[in-house]
Nanobody, 122 residues
Framework: QVQLVESGGGLVQAGGSLRLSCAAS????????MGWCRQAPGKERECVAT??????????ADSVKGRFTISRDNAKNTVYLQMNSLKPEDTAVYWCAC?????????????WGQGTQVTVSS
């Protein structure tokens, strides 16, 4: 079992920034590819960023490319999502998730956090 706990969500004005953090425990963090996914009301879950076990490979959804940055610190068992130039359409619940094996932007993860709300006001 892997436990994931997100933090850093909140309310921000359009154009602002937030950094989400996700602390992992329970298994060897560096064995897992990590990802951030989100879901807005009435929309399907969308995975927006993913990072490989070493941190050397990252993929982003087109909707966030150039604005969001995923990173990880394996010594701290933590993955981050730096979100800049936020837009109202970024409003959603954000989850971190992890999986063994290759990274992917589909929501095919083994473990999920509880989610954190991000609200961007116009």
């Amino acid at each position: 079992q892997v436990q994931l706990v997100e933090s850093g969500g909140g309310l921000v004005q359009a154009g602002g920034s937030l950094r989400l953090s996700c602390a992992a425990s329970g298994r060897t963090f560096s064995n897992y590819a990590m990802g951030w996914c989100r879901q807005a009301p009435g929309k399907e879950r969308e995975c927006v960023a993913t990072i490989s076990q070493s941190g050397g490979v990252k993929y982003y959804a087109d909707s966030v490319k150039g604005r969001f940055t995923i990173s990880r610190d394996n010594a701290k068992n933590t993955v981050y999502l730096q979100m800049n130039s936020l837009k109202p359409e970024d409003t959603a619940v954000y989850w971190c998730a992890c999986r063994l094996g290759a990274i992917m932007l589909s929501p095919d993860y083994d473990y999920w956090g509880q989610g954190t709300q991000v609200t961007v006001s116009s």
